[in-house]
């Protein structure tokens, strides 16, 4: 049981420092949006795309308490990606998820845009979605709104998805 506690700490750290890194990383400013820029519960990221365009997109971590210390368990990001500038979200979980059944962003208990994993590394597993403007209407709409994945162990977890801040977000990064 410790040795199970200490590589889920050990995970957890590592998914902190990624994301951490993204916070710290040297600050971009692109059409009046700065790197770091808070809009409520989202902030700003910006990144040189793979044709060094500078691209920015809108992330929301979740953090856990234990022990006095605090450690990022989740992190979502939304942005316009690819050439057609879709918008979607890149959810990034921890390990020991069933992968199969991919991830459901969920608002007032009705399933608004099913993820895809992509791929898990060291610091947990990314999944992706389309968001249309219909979803975001729906998102909006609610307080309710949810991250659901089932866990190693065929238990549904549900981890909380805030709106708060994202509209201005995603009008000030377009």
């Not at 506690?5 to 890194?21: A, D, E, T």
């Not at 993204?22 to 949006?33: D, M, P, R, V």
């Not at 942005?79 to 890149?90: A, P, R, V």
């Not at 390990?95 to 991830?103: D, E, K, R, W, Y």
Request: hydrophobic letters at 35%.
């Amino acid at each position: 049981m410790q040795n199970q506690v200490s590589k889920i700490l050990f995970i957890l750290l590592g998914l902190g420092i990624v994301i951490g890194g993204i916070f710290l990383s040297k600050s971009h400013t692109i059409a009046g949006i700065k790197e770091g820029q808070k809009f409520e519960d989202w902030t700003v990221n910006c990144f040189k795309d793979d044709k060094d365009k500078k691209t920015c997109h809108l992330v929301q971590s979740l953090t856990a308490n234990k022990d006095n210390k605090s450690a990022i368990i989740a992190a979502y990001q939304v942005g316009y990606y690819g050439d057609k500038k879709e918008l979607k979200i890149i959810e990034v979980l921890p390990l020991g998820i069933n992968v199969a059944s991919g991830t459901s962003l969920i608002s007032s208990g009705k399933l608004v845009v099913p993820g895809k994993f992509t791929v898990c590394s060291t610091v947990g597993c990314n999944a992706v979605g389309s968001i249309s403007e219909e979803n975001l209407n729906e998102l909006y709409s609610s307080q309710e709104n949810l991250i659901c994945y089932i866990n190693q162990d065929g238990q549904q977890v549900n981890l909380p998805f805030s709106v708060n801040g994202l509209k201005e977000g995603l009008k000030a990064i377009k």
